[in-house]
C-alpha cells in the first residue's frame, strides 16, 4: 500500500515559478514509476510529466522546457519543479505511483493569473 500526499501548489502570476512534492509512504518507493497529471476546470484530466525507477522523464509537450520533473528515492518524494508559468497551466495538479498497482494523491491546486 502506497499514499501520496502533493503539496506546493498557490496562486502565482503568469511568468513565475511553483515547485509541487509528492511524498509517498512505503518503503518500496523506489520501484514505482511515478507521474504528474493534471485536470484543468472542466477538462479531463491529462499526462504531465513521468519519471521512471531508473530515472528516465518523459513530458507533455506543452510543458516541455518549462517544467522539470524529478525524484529523491531517498526522501520517498518526486518533484515537479515548473517555470515559465502560463495562465493555460492551472488545474488540479495529481501525483500517481504505478508499478503492479496505482495509486493517486489526493491533489493540489495550482492558478496561474494573468
Known amino acids: 500500500q502506497v499514499q501520496l500526499v502533493e503539496s506546493g501548489g498557490g496562486l502565482v502570476q503568469a511568468g513565475g515559478s511553483l515547485r509541487l512534492s509528492c511524498a509517498a509512504s512505503g518503503s518500496t518507493f523506489s520501484i514505482y514509476t511515478i507521474g504528474w497529471y493534471r485536470q484543468p476546470p472542466g477538462k479531463q484530466r491529462e499526462l504531465v510529466a513521468t519519471?521512471?525507477?531508473?530515472?528516465?522523464?518523459n513530458y507533455a509537450d506543452s510543458v516541455k522546457g518549462r517544467f522539470t520533473i524529478s525524484r529523491d528515492n531517498a526522501k520517498n518524494t518526486v518533484y515537479l519543479q515548473m517555470n515559465s508559468l502560463k495562465p493555460e497551466d492551472t488545474a488540479v495538479y495529481y501525483c500517481?505511483?504505478?508499478?503492479?498497482?496505482?495509486?493517486w494523491g489526493q491533489g493540489t491546486q495550482v492558478t496561474v493569473s494573468s
Open positions: 500517481k505511483a504505478w508499478y503492479s498497482v496505482t495509486y
Open positions: 519519471i521512471s525507477s531508473g530515472g528516465s522523464t
